[in-house]
């Protein structure tokens, strides 16, 4: 018989099992589960042989990327697998008319492809080539990196000298939710999680606007996705300086989302619209792209009687945001966070996602903005990076995720949405109201 720990190479930190959670939401609908990644559109081709010794590089230094995620009794564990998976794959066509679907359907495929959680690689590298186009795409599991974590490991490939790639590691130290709990004292605890409780009620007065057609069932998750010109780029971060300040970009998205969003259906059955942000408790200069999942939700809400005035829209979420960071919400969760971490997935997704008031989806979008992409340089195996963009498997509803980031000045938006829920025209229709708010003087 098996020894219960034998094969474990590491349990799951309390935030690796709130993305576990929502990946679990995401495969009850049958859906492929939390799914997640980062596209880089190339200039040329880039020198193979080269990316192939840089991953194999990777996968020595971290060998979690050949694990299996299993379940031993109620937690949840990243075990050795009998046989190494392959980590990069090719993907060619000589289709020259079709090149751009080529390229859009096979990321759309790799990311809706379905497979059991104990046997689906934690990570895997795609080339998808065509005669005139080139991307290159990483796509990972939630539970084994968040977004930051995603974006580290795409430095590391990017970086030549091996020197300082010897900079990147795992943590050495307990995960930092632990860690930061560890300075309260018991009755601090009690306290927060009573603020942390008292806050999820507050916000569950107000039932969101779903605008996600749930009479049908979720099918497949599709993508749009727009790159903004240097100009209209540079355009919308005065208006935010202006608007929010230096270190409210997110929330100005968010609150453009938000507009966006109404002008589609004024109408829509809801109080107000209420979207899931991260917070990170890395040091910035940290370089732990793997078991360094430091997130949990906090939620941007603002009622549907503002969302006609812009300036009173703007200073509501600012002050939210402003009040969040001066009682401490974003520690207050972690005592939450540790708790729930010991219910059993079904549970722990239903009460992230379920309005305790209402019982309905507490979520009308999700949101991720990574900021400024910074790669060093833009040179990729000896070609340029020429876009960045970023997809994510959502639950549904609200099935639509608005993710962002700026790369070589350019802001690049996705679109992430569950069709049929949602269709392109839709999406399309939403951007441009997005893009005239953005813009908005």
């Known amino acids: 018989m098996k020894s219960s720990t034998e094969g474990i190479i590491q349990i799951l930190n309390p935030s690796d099992c709130f993305t576990l959670a929502m990946d679990e939401e995401i495969r009850q609908e049958n859906m492929p589960g939390s799914q997640c990644g980062f596209a880089l559109e190339l200039a040329g081709a880039p020198e193979i042989k080269a990316i192939q ?4 590089e990777f996968s020595e230094r971290f060998p979690l990327v050949f694990a299996s995620l299993q379940q031993r009794g109620k937690r949840f564990f990243w075990c050795q697998r009998e046989h190494q998976h392959p980590l990069f794959y090719q993907h060619n066509t000589a289709d020259t008319v079709n090149e751009d679907d080529f390229h859009k359907q096979t990321v759309l495929q790799l990311l809706n492809h379905r497979q059991a959680r104990e046997t689906i690689p934690p990570i895997e590298f795609h080339l998808i080539q065509s005669a005139n186009k080139n991307t290159f795409l990483m796509r ?3 539970p084994f990196c968040d977004a930051k974590g995603a974006d580290l490991i795409l430095k590391y490939l990017c970086t030549d000298d091996a020197k300082q790639r010897l900079r990147f590691d795992v943590p050495k130290l307990e995960p930092l939710v632990n860690l930061q709990l560890a300075k309260y004292k018991w009755w601090q605890k009690v306290l927060l999680f009573i603020k942390a409780k008292r806050h999820i009620t507050q916000l569950d007065t107000l039932q ?3 605008h996600a057609d749930t009479s049908k069932a979720p099918e497949r998750l599709n993508v749009n996705t727009y790159t903004l010109s240097t100009e209209q780029t540079q355009a919308i971060n005065k208006l935010t300086r202006q608007q929010v300040g230096l270190t409210g970009t997110s929330l100005y998205y968010i609150g453009c989302f938000m507009r966006a969003l109404h002008k589609m259906n004024p109408e829509q059955p809801g109080d107000a619209y209420c979207t899931p942000y991260a917070f990170n408790l890395r040091r910035n200069k940290a370089l732990s792209p793997l078991l360094s999942n430091h997130v ?14 812009r300036a009173a829209l703007f200073q509501h979420l600012k002050q939210q945001n402003a009040k969040t960071i001066r009682e401490k919400l974003d520690y207050a969760f972690l005592p939450i966070m540790l708790a729930a971490s010991w219910l059993s997935l079904e549970m722990h997704g239903e009460k992230l996602r379920t309005s305790m008031r209402t019982g309905t989806e507490r979520s009308s979008f999700w949101f991720s903005d990574i900021g400024n992409v910074d790669l060093s340089n833009t040179s990729f195996f000896a070609t340029d990076i020429t876009k960045i963009y970023h997809l994510c498997q959502i639950s549904s509803p609200p099935a639509l995720a608005f993710l962002s980031c700026q790369f070589n000045q350019q802001l690049t938006l996705s679109y992430n949405f569950i069709e049929p829920l949602f269709t392109e025209e839709w999406i399309e229709a939403l951007h441009q109201n997005v893009l005239e708010e953005l813009l908005m003087a």
């Open 296 to 309: 949990a939700p906090l939620f941007a809400q603002a009622p549907k009687s503002i969302l006609h005035d």
């Open 208 to 210: 969101s606007i779903i």
């Open 53 to 56: 010794e840089r991953i194999n």
């Open 140 to 142: 990972w599991i939630h």
